[in-house]
Nanobody, 119 residues
Framework: QVQLVESGGGLVQAGGSLRLSCAAS????????MGWFRQAPGKEREFVAR????????DYANSVKGRFTISRDNAKNTVYLQMNSLKPEHTAVYYC????????????WGQGTQVTVSS
């Protein structure tokens, strides 16, 4: 059974940085595309970034381009989200998700990690 466990969230001041991690188990990690999504209070969950199984292709929501970077370490079964120059509007629960090779249908989800950016 696929298990995704996020960590690295917390409280940070505006302009600061955080690095989220997502440790995966129960799957052949290198055969999965991985993504990060977020849900702010009162809003629907939205796409943030995704990375293909090899790490060679990444995609970002326009709102985070140039500010967030997704990466992965297939040897450690871990995907990361480096978030720089954070703003209060980045406050949300951030979720890690997995999609099988050849698909961008993210059907396995972590429990989320809270990121709070204070002004």
């Amino acid at each position: 059974q696929v298990q995704l466990v996020e960590s690295g969230g917390g409280l940070v001041q505006a302009g600061g940085s955080l690095r989220l991690s997502c440790a995966a188990s129960g799957l052949t990690f290198s055969s999965y595309n991985m993504g990060w999504f977020r849900q702010a209070p009162g809003k629907e969950r939205e796409f943030v970034a995704r990375i293909r199984w090899s790490g060679s292709i990444t995609d970002y929501a326009n709102s985070v381009k140039g500010r967030f970077t997704i990466s992965r370490d297939n040897a450690k079964n871990t995907v990361y989200l480096q978030m720089n120059s954070l703003k209060p509007e980045h406050t949300a629960v951030y979720y890690c998700a997995a999609a099988p090779l050849g698909s961008l249908n993210f059907d396995s989800w972590g429990q989320g990690t809270q990121v709070t950016v204070s002004s």
